[in-house]
């Protein structure tokens, strides 16, 4: 029988960790598990893991992990050479083109979000206009990664027939 598995965490790139890990913290409250830490290739079992992940040269990066308050896990990366992609929205590519938050603020989560060096990508949207308080937004982080804020659940949210016409 198949069920419903939870969701453990997600890894992000940045190009400057102290940065990212004061960006996460004070913009959504998030808190350290793990400090910055180098990670190199070697025999440890972490080492023998990222050669099996990253293959053979990848030589060493650095790392943190923070927690959400559900305890979804957030690694954050810090990759030799790392960049900021020019454009990092390439959302009609095969892979995770962002991550979403949920804060009943909207408005003031994606204004936080600027205050700390991110960007707001568009105008907060109502999906049930006149009816629902359900709102979203597209925002970024310093870095370049899609950040989406629901004001609801999830499931409120389609579960009400976000796609249905009428």
């Known amino acids: 029988m198949t069920y419903p598995r939870t969701f453990s965490h997600i890894g992000i790139s940045v190009t400057d960790l102290e940065r990212a890990v004061e960006f996460y913290t004070t913009t959504f409250g998030w808190y ?10 070697d025999n440890s079992a972490i080492g023998v893991m990222c050669d099996d992940v990253f293959g053979d040269g990848w030589g060493s990066f650095r790392i943190a992990h923070l927690a959400t308050g559900d305890s979804i896990g957030i690694e954050i990366f810090e990759f030799k050479n790392a960049e900021k992609p020019e454009n990092n929205f390439e959302y009609w590519k095969t892979g995770v083109f962002h991550f979403c938050v949920q804060d009943p603020d909207v408005e003031g989560l994606a204004a936080t979000i600027v205050e700390n060096g991110g960007k707001q990508r568009m105008p907060v949207r109502e999906y049930y206009p006149g009816e629902k308080p359900y709102r979203m937004v597209y925002c970024e982080d310093p870095f370049g990664n899609i950040i989406e804020i629901y004001s609801h659940s999830y499931e409120l949210t389609y579960s009400a027939g976000a796609y249905q016409k009428k």
């Not at 350290?32 to 290739?41: D, G, L, Q, R």
């Open 32 to 41: 350290v598990i793990m400090p910055p830490t180098k990670i190199v290739s």
